[in-house]
Protein backbone atom coordinates (compact mmCIF):
# COMPACT_ATOMS: atom_id res chain seq x y z
CA UNK A 1 0.00 0.00 0.00
CA UNK A 2 0.94 3.46 -1.30
CA UNK A 3 1.80 5.87 1.61
CA UNK A 4 1.54 9.51 1.67
CA UNK A 5 0.76 12.48 3.31
CA UNK A 6 -1.63 15.82 3.46
CA UNK A 7 -0.80 18.91 4.23
CA UNK A 8 -2.43 22.02 4.38
CA UNK A 9 -0.46 25.58 3.66
CA UNK A 10 -1.60 28.75 4.19
CA UNK A 11 0.05 32.15 3.65
CA UNK A 12 -1.22 36.00 3.59
CA UNK A 13 0.70 38.76 0.85
CA UNK A 14 0.07 42.30 1.37
CA UNK A 15 0.06 45.99 -0.36
CA UNK A 16 -1.02 49.20 -0.36
CA UNK A 17 -4.51 49.52 -1.29
CA UNK A 18 -5.64 51.36 -4.33
CA UNK A 19 -9.52 50.93 -3.76
CA UNK A 20 -11.95 52.65 -0.76
CA UNK A 21 -15.27 51.22 -0.85
CA UNK A 22 -17.99 53.35 1.05
CA UNK A 23 -20.84 52.48 2.33
CA UNK A 24 -23.12 55.52 2.79
CA UNK A 25 -26.64 55.48 4.10
CA UNK A 26 -29.31 57.88 3.68
CA UNK A 27 -31.89 58.08 6.81
CA UNK A 28 -35.26 60.68 7.16
CA UNK A 29 -37.69 60.86 9.56
CA UNK A 30 -41.28 62.52 9.10
CA UNK A 31 -44.90 62.83 10.53
CA UNK A 32 -45.99 60.62 7.40
CA UNK A 33 -44.34 57.49 5.63
CA UNK A 34 -44.73 59.61 2.34
CA UNK A 35 -43.01 62.16 3.70
CA UNK A 36 -40.10 60.51 4.83
CA UNK A 37 -39.86 58.15 1.53
CA UNK A 38 -39.80 62.30 -0.63
CA UNK A 39 -37.25 63.64 2.00
CA UNK A 40 -34.87 60.27 1.47
CA UNK A 41 -35.56 60.23 -2.52
CA UNK A 42 -34.12 63.86 -2.70
CA UNK A 43 -31.38 63.58 -0.13
CA UNK A 44 -30.32 60.17 -1.95
CA UNK A 45 -30.29 61.91 -5.39
CA UNK A 46 -28.69 65.51 -3.85
CA UNK A 47 -26.12 63.12 -2.37
CA UNK A 48 -25.44 61.21 -5.65
CA UNK A 49 -25.28 64.33 -7.44
CA UNK A 50 -22.59 65.41 -4.99
CA UNK A 51 -20.28 61.70 -5.76
CA UNK A 52 -20.26 62.28 -9.65
CA UNK A 53 -19.40 65.58 -9.21
CA UNK A 54 -16.73 64.55 -7.27
CA UNK A 55 -15.63 62.78 -10.73
CA UNK A 56 -17.30 59.24 -10.06
CA UNK A 57 -18.48 57.75 -12.77
CA UNK A 58 -22.18 55.50 -12.60
CA UNK A 59 -20.40 52.31 -12.19
CA UNK A 60 -18.64 53.54 -8.86
CA UNK A 61 -21.90 54.52 -7.28
CA UNK A 62 -24.85 51.65 -6.35
CA UNK A 63 -27.94 51.72 -4.37
CA UNK A 64 -28.14 49.22 -2.16
CA UNK A 65 -30.78 48.53 0.36
CA UNK A 66 -34.67 50.76 0.82
CA UNK A 67 -36.39 50.35 4.43
CA UNK A 68 -39.59 52.68 5.41
CA UNK A 69 -40.28 51.73 9.15
CA UNK A 70 -43.15 53.01 11.80
CA UNK A 71 -41.36 54.05 15.03
CA UNK A 72 -43.33 53.07 17.69
CA UNK A 73 -44.21 53.51 21.34
CA UNK A 74 -46.37 52.02 23.78
CA UNK A 75 -48.87 54.08 25.32
CA UNK A 76 -50.66 52.69 28.42
CA UNK A 77 -54.13 51.92 28.13
CA UNK A 78 -53.57 52.40 24.52
CA UNK A 79 -51.28 50.28 22.63
CA UNK A 80 -49.08 50.87 20.43
CA UNK A 81 -48.58 54.10 18.74
CA UNK A 82 -47.23 55.60 15.66
CA UNK A 83 -44.59 58.58 16.45
CA UNK A 84 -43.01 58.91 13.28
CA UNK A 85 -41.92 57.01 9.98
CA UNK A 86 -38.40 56.72 9.10
CA UNK A 87 -36.86 55.75 5.18
CA UNK A 88 -33.27 54.88 4.51
CA UNK A 89 -31.08 53.70 2.07
CA UNK A 90 -27.33 52.77 1.04
CA UNK A 91 -24.86 53.98 -1.44
CA UNK A 92 -22.51 52.03 -2.14
CA UNK A 93 -19.31 53.77 -3.69
CA UNK A 94 -16.10 52.78 -5.02
CA UNK A 95 -13.23 55.16 -4.82
CA UNK A 96 -10.53 54.42 -7.62
CA UNK A 97 -8.30 57.16 -6.68
CA UNK A 98 -7.23 56.72 -2.97
CA UNK A 99 -6.06 60.27 -2.53
CA UNK A 100 -9.78 61.46 -3.69
CA UNK A 101 -11.40 59.58 -0.85
CA UNK A 102 -11.15 62.54 1.90
CA UNK A 103 -13.01 65.16 -0.73
CA UNK A 104 -15.50 62.62 -1.80
CA UNK A 105 -16.96 62.28 1.53
CA UNK A 106 -16.74 65.37 2.55
CA UNK A 107 -18.87 66.36 -0.66
CA UNK A 108 -21.07 63.40 0.17
CA UNK A 109 -21.40 64.86 3.48
CA UNK A 110 -21.93 68.31 2.34
CA UNK A 111 -24.48 67.32 0.45
CA UNK A 112 -26.59 64.81 2.92
CA UNK A 113 -26.57 67.37 5.31
CA UNK A 114 -27.65 65.69 8.56
CA UNK A 115 -29.76 63.10 6.75
CA UNK A 116 -26.41 61.45 5.61
CA UNK A 117 -24.52 58.61 7.80
CA UNK A 118 -21.24 56.88 7.22
CA UNK A 119 -21.91 52.94 8.03
CA UNK A 120 -18.64 51.94 7.21
CA UNK A 121 -15.62 52.04 4.58
CA UNK A 122 -13.62 49.30 3.47
CA UNK A 123 -10.04 49.78 1.87
CA UNK A 124 -8.83 46.84 -0.90
CA UNK A 125 -7.52 46.46 -4.39
CA UNK A 126 -9.50 47.04 -8.05
CA UNK A 127 -7.40 44.24 -9.17
CA UNK A 128 -5.93 41.86 -6.45
CA UNK A 129 -4.62 39.19 -9.10
CA UNK A 130 -0.86 39.89 -7.99
CA UNK A 131 -1.04 39.91 -4.67
CA UNK A 132 -3.22 36.58 -4.33
CA UNK A 133 -0.58 35.06 -7.09
CA UNK A 134 1.76 36.10 -3.98
CA UNK A 135 0.03 34.64 -1.39
CA UNK A 136 -1.00 31.33 -3.22
CA UNK A 137 3.23 30.83 -3.99
CA UNK A 138 3.86 31.73 -0.14
CA UNK A 139 0.90 29.05 0.62
CA UNK A 140 2.79 26.49 -1.75
CA UNK A 141 5.98 26.81 0.14
CA UNK A 142 4.36 27.00 3.79
CA UNK A 143 2.54 23.68 2.54
CA UNK A 144 6.18 22.38 0.88
CA UNK A 145 7.94 22.77 4.19
CA UNK A 146 5.65 21.61 6.75
CA UNK A 147 5.42 17.73 4.72
CA UNK A 148 9.10 17.65 3.65
CA UNK A 149 9.79 18.21 7.58
CA UNK A 150 7.03 15.60 8.62
CA UNK A 151 8.62 13.44 6.26
CA UNK A 152 11.71 13.57 7.48
CA UNK A 153 10.20 12.41 10.65
CA UNK A 154 8.30 9.51 9.29
CA UNK A 155 11.91 8.43 7.94
CA UNK A 156 10.73 9.01 4.01
CA UNK A 157 10.95 11.88 1.09
CA UNK A 158 8.37 13.24 -1.23
CA UNK A 159 7.50 11.64 -3.82
CA UNK A 160 4.88 12.90 -6.68
CA UNK A 161 1.99 15.38 -5.85
CA UNK A 162 -1.05 13.62 -5.38
CA UNK A 163 -3.33 15.98 -5.54
CA UNK A 164 -4.27 19.82 -4.95
CA UNK A 165 -7.37 21.62 -3.50
CA UNK A 166 -7.46 25.33 -3.03
CA UNK A 167 -9.49 26.82 -0.81
CA UNK A 168 -11.30 30.10 -1.12
CA UNK A 169 -8.63 33.28 -0.51
CA UNK A 170 -9.95 36.47 0.97
CA UNK A 171 -8.92 39.37 1.62
CA UNK A 172 -8.72 41.61 5.14
CA UNK A 173 -9.82 45.01 4.86
CA UNK A 174 -10.08 47.66 7.23
CA UNK A 175 -13.57 48.37 8.60
CA UNK A 176 -14.52 51.66 10.24
CA UNK A 177 -17.55 51.42 11.20
CA UNK A 178 -19.86 53.97 13.23
CA UNK A 179 -22.62 56.49 12.11
CA UNK A 180 -21.88 60.64 11.25
CA UNK A 181 -23.83 63.42 11.79
CA UNK A 182 -22.01 65.97 9.50
CA UNK A 183 -22.48 69.76 10.37
CA UNK A 184 -19.32 70.77 8.39
CA UNK A 185 -17.70 69.64 5.40
CA UNK A 186 -13.48 69.33 6.86
CA UNK A 187 -12.32 66.30 5.29
CA UNK A 188 -10.68 63.42 7.35
CA UNK A 189 -7.63 61.84 6.30
CA UNK A 190 -8.33 58.37 4.52
CA UNK A 191 -4.68 56.68 5.98
CA UNK A 192 -3.94 53.65 3.21
CA UNK A 193 -1.80 51.56 5.33
CA UNK A 194 -1.90 48.27 4.44
CA UNK A 195 -4.60 45.46 3.02
CA UNK A 196 -3.61 41.90 2.61
CA UNK A 197 -5.04 38.72 0.83
CA UNK A 198 -5.01 35.21 2.36
CA UNK A 199 -4.41 31.67 0.77
CA UNK A 200 -4.90 28.02 1.89
CA UNK A 201 -3.53 25.14 -0.28
CA UNK A 202 -4.48 21.37 0.72
CA UNK A 203 -1.41 19.12 -0.84
CA UNK A 204 -1.26 15.36 -0.96
CA UNK A 205 1.82 13.82 -1.96
CA UNK A 206 3.25 10.25 -1.99
CA UNK A 207 5.55 9.04 0.35
CA UNK A 208 8.78 7.30 -0.94
CA UNK A 209 11.28 5.24 1.18
CA UNK A 210 14.66 7.25 2.48
Not at 46 to 62: E, Y
Not at 65 to 82: M, P
Not at 176 to 202: F, I, K, Q
Amino acid sequence: MNRSITVTGTASAGAVPDLVTLTLGVETRSGTAAKAYDDAGRAASAVAAALHGAGLQNRDVRTNGLNLRAELVWVEGQGQKVTAYVASTNLQVGVRAHADAPSVIAAAIAAGGDAIRINGIEQGFADASAVTAQAQQAAWQDALARAQQYAELASARLGPVISISQLPTHGAPIPVGGLARAYAAEAVPVEAGESSVSASVTVQWELLES
